[in-house]
């Protein structure tokens, strides 16, 4: 990859259909991260790797619409490894805190359900016909559907799990009591008799999110803001990429994650952008 003025980058490998043997799912990783040594930029090496549809004799490989939003959600991770420009390579590209890593990823899952965006290479395959904006707004609308429900679930996970990683002292008492009690400030059913939520929560025990999990819904939060920062100037405003690239891509973990994000936004995040892209405001 190249700079706009022909700077060398970074060398991206990308790995996009099945085969006998490769692990499924989708991801993005670093064979050789970027450091600054005695004067000399070492750029990275980046992967992306997907299991897209093949295409056959008959058809070309015809994308679902998740398959594109986990190809740019995993390309905004690979972003932020080949655009960096740190000197060191511990704090270099994605390196940075559990709850900032998602926001370039995320953010890129935004310009999905843009018909100006969709309008540049989202056609029928055989008539070359346009994606219609009724399916467009059928797909936000289906995305959006139950969101007042799914959000509190989210944010009851979030708090059970900084309830229980702020204990101070060995716990003895009832498991369910005190997860009721962790999670009643966004209580929204009744809880059902015989069932535990902590039991069975592994993601926050074993799976690497220990006062973690609330990263989920903030890096919605962050991404929705940062990209209302795009409905502001123009979605392939070059101003505001240029700001996102310099503020947050480039710095890695090398200043504090909400300092990065002021100076690309000029303020912090508010929920507002969020609760709009949810339809609830
Ligand atoms: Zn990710």
């Not at 926001?103 to 310009?111: G, R």
Request: charged fraction near 25%; charge should be negative; avoid cysteine.
């Amino acid at each position: 990859m190249m700079d706009a003025n022909g700077d060398f980058l970074a060398v991206l490998f990308t790995d996009f259909h099945p085969r006998e043997g490769k692990r499924s799912g989708a991801w993005m990783s670093s064979f050789k991260s970027q450091f600054i040594k005695n004067g000399a930029d070492s750029r990275p090496h980046i992967t992306i790797v997907m299991n897209f549809t093949r295409p056959t004799e008959t058809k070309p490989a015809l994308l679902t619409f998740d398959e594109v939003e986990t190809f740019l959600h995993e390309f905004g991770h690979a972003l932020h490894g080949m655009l960096a420009k740190s000197t060191y390579e511990t704090l270099s590209g994605t390196s940075v805190y559990r709850d900032f890593v998602e926001l370039p990823s995320q953010i890129m899952e935004n310009w999905l359900v843009e018909k100006e965006y969709l309008d540049k290479f989202a056609f029928h395959y055989q008539t070359g016909e346009k994606m219609p904006a009724e399916l467009v707004q059928k797909i936000i609308n289906a995305a959006n559907y139950n969101i007042g429900y799914l959000t509190f679930r989210q944010l009851s996970f979030g708090y059970l799990d900084m309830a229980w990683h702020t204990l101070e002292q060995p716990f003895d008492g009832d498991v369910r009591e005190f997860e009721q009690k962790a999670m009643l400030p966004v209580k929204l059913l009744p809880v059902v008799p015989g069932t535990s939520m902590s039991t069975a929560f592994g993601h926050i025990f074993s799976g690497g999110y220990a006062a973690g999990y609330y990263s989920y819904k903030w890096a919605e939060v962050l991404d929705a803001d940062a990209f209302a920062a795009f409905k502001e100037n123009g979605i392939f405003d070059k101003k505001t990429a240029q700001s996102f690239r310099v503020n947050v891509l480039e710095k890695g973990n090398t200043e504090e994650p909400m300092a990065l994000y002021k100076r690309f936004r000029g303020h912090e995040p508010t929920v507002d952008a969020l609760l709009e892209r949810n339809g609830v405001k």
